[in-house]
């Protein structure tokens, strides 16, 4: 059972972005505080944690894409997946790049915004 020292909150707009550059640093910022890491990799994110901050749709486009895929212990990126989410930072994408400062911005935004309208715990 979780300690409340185990319990993470998370906080996230009640609007998705919709720029491109903006919903690919918002979906990598999940991605990072999923896998608790700044650096993305293959292993099991926290589905109610990806759940709550990605929209249905894109979690879906995602796994269309064969980018994301879902298994008993989470979501996981795929291999394809890794490399879109690595050519986004690097500005190797003919569309949806990024760039870090994007990407801290949102995981600040997910970890500390407290004035953000939906709020959840999840366990660490």
């Known amino acids: 059972m979780a300690t409340p020292f185990d319990e993470i909150q998370l906080f996230a707009p009640a609007v ?3 720029s491109r550059f903006d919903i690919r ?9 999923a896998q608790k ?11 109610p944690i990806i759940d709550f ?5 894109a979690i ?21 997946g890794l490399v879109v989410c ?7 994408l003919s569309t949806h790049n990024t760039n870090a400062a994007s990407i ?12 953000l309208p939906r709020s959840a715990q999840f366990d660490g």
């Open 25 to 33: 640093a918002y979906t990598i910022a999940a991605f990072r505080i």
């Open 86 to 92: 690595q050519s986004a930072l690097a500005d190797q």
């Open 37 to 47: 890491s700044d650096q993305l990799s293959l292993v099991a994110m926290s589905m």
């Open 16 to 18: 998705y972005p919709t």
């Open 104 to 115: 801290n911005f949102w995981v600040n935004e997910f970890r500390t915004n407290n004035s």
């Open 60 to 80: 879906r486009y995602w796994k269309k894409k064969e980018w994301l895929n879902e298994h008993e212990d989470g979501y996981h990126l795929t291999p394809e």
């Open 53 to 57: 901050l990605i929209k249905d749709r």
